[in-house]
Structure formats: C-alpha cells, structure tokens
C-alpha cells in the first residue's frame, strides 16, 4: 500500500476484533518505526509502555471512561514523557552520538552546553509539555507505521492521566502518562467503520505565502 492509501485506510479503531493477534514481527517492527521518530536535539524524552497484562488493562480501562479498545485491543502503547531532562541526559545522548560516530566527545562541548542551557531555562511545567510534545511526534510515526501493515490503531488521550500514573507507578520513574495508542485488528462491527473520513479541503488547510 502507498502512505496516501494506507492513511486513507486508517481510521480511529474503537471496536478492536480480540480473536486477533499482533505478529511478534509486526511489533517489532512497530517499535523499531517509534525509535526511529525525530525528536528535539534527538533526546527521546520518552518512554513507552507496552501493556499485555489483562488486569493492569482492566484498572486503566476504569480511568479510561471505560473505553473499550483498553481491553480489546490486542496491545497498548503508552507513550510516557520524562518530567525533567537536563545534564545527565544531554551528556548520556552525546556520548551515545560520539560512539555510534566515533567522534571525540569533547568536540560537542560547546553543542552540549547550548542543550543544556535551554533545558535549564524551562520551568518544570514548560519541560514536561515540551517532552510531552516528543510523544505527539511518535504517536504519528506509530500510527503511519502501522496502517502500512494493515494494523489497526486508536489513538487515546481520553484518559485520567494522574491515575495512569498512580496505577503505573510513573511518579517514581520520572515519568508521566502523555499519550496512548491501541493496536490490533478492526472488528468489521465497529460502526466508526461506516464513517467516511472528514477533513478540511486543502485549500483550508495550506495558504502559500
Ligand atoms: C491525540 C489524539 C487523542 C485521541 N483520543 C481519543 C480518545 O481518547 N478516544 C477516542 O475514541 N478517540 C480518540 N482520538 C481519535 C480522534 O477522534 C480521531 O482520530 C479523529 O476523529 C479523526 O478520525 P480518524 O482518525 O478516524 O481519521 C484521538 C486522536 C488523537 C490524534
């Protein structure tokens, strides 16, 4: 399928078939396509929760308005931004960056002092939706990704993000909920399947200036 098909293919899958399962393959290869998304300065302020676990899934589901793809669909990724980035992280990204390049570290001194000077300049309320913002970016990679293997996905941010973190235990790891999406296979009784796609026109939407 070519991306203009296959967009046009996805939709937002509420009713998920559970008789369908995801191939190990395909997850991989859904995993290796958010690794490879674009991020500021390319720090990955993120995390991703793969979640199987049927009662973990029940408790979200309940901080989850009871949506259904919570406990239907065959996975959930929960992409989970880190509240603060600073030094450490600038140098762990640097220092992975010299080696895959073999560069001389020192060389991205001045580079490295610039990322951290602007991470220091955000509050702790800028920092977390600027790496909250990270997650957007990943969740459209997943979402593109997915619908060129003829996987189904919902993406989800109706849900009680401080009980996501509670339940989660996210506080602990620096992290928080930001966004989530289900993946797996359409039920052909999803009546969003009736739905054609609504969008702008174009010429709403682009203005050449
Ligand atoms: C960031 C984001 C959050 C969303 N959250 C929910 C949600 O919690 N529950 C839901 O049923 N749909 C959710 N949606 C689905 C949107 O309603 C849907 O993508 C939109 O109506 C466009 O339709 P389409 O994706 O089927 O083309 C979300 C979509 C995005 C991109």
């Known amino acids: ?31 290796e396509a958010v690794n490879l998304t674009a991020t500021s300065y390319g720090l990955q302020p993120y995390k991703v929760l793969i979640i199987e676990n049927p009662e973990i899934r029940e408790k979200l589901k309940a901080a989850s308005w009871g949506q259904p793809q919570l406990t239907d669909a065959y996975v959930l990724f929960l992409f989970c931004n880190y509240t603060n980035v600073g030094d450490k992280e600038v140098d762990n990204y640097l220092g992975l960056r010299a080696k895959i390049n073999n560069l001389d570290v020192s060389d991205s001194a001045d580079y490295g002092n610039m990322m951290k000077s602007h991470m220091a300049s955000m509050s702790p309320e800028q920092m977390k939706v600027w790496t909250s913002k990270q997650t957007y970016i990943a969740l459209g990679t997943l979402m593109a990704a997915a619908s060129e293997l003829g996987i189904d996905s919902g993406p989800m941010e109706g849900f009680d993000k401080e009980s996501f973190d509670k339940i989660l235990g996210l506080k602990e790891k620096g992290l928080t909920a930001s966004v989530m999406c289900a993946l797996g296979y359409r039920s052909q009784d999803d009546s969003f399947l009736a739905f054609k796609k609504v969008r702008k026109p174009l010429e709403d939407m682009y203005e050449i200036v």
Not at 2 to 27: C, E, G, H, P, Q
Request: proline share 0%; charged share 35%.
């Open 1 to 31: 399928m070519k991306i203009i098909d296959s967009l046009k293919w996805r939709y937002a899958t509420k009713k998920f078939d559970t008789t369908k399962k995801v191939s190990s393959t395909n997850i991989e290869l859904l995993k």
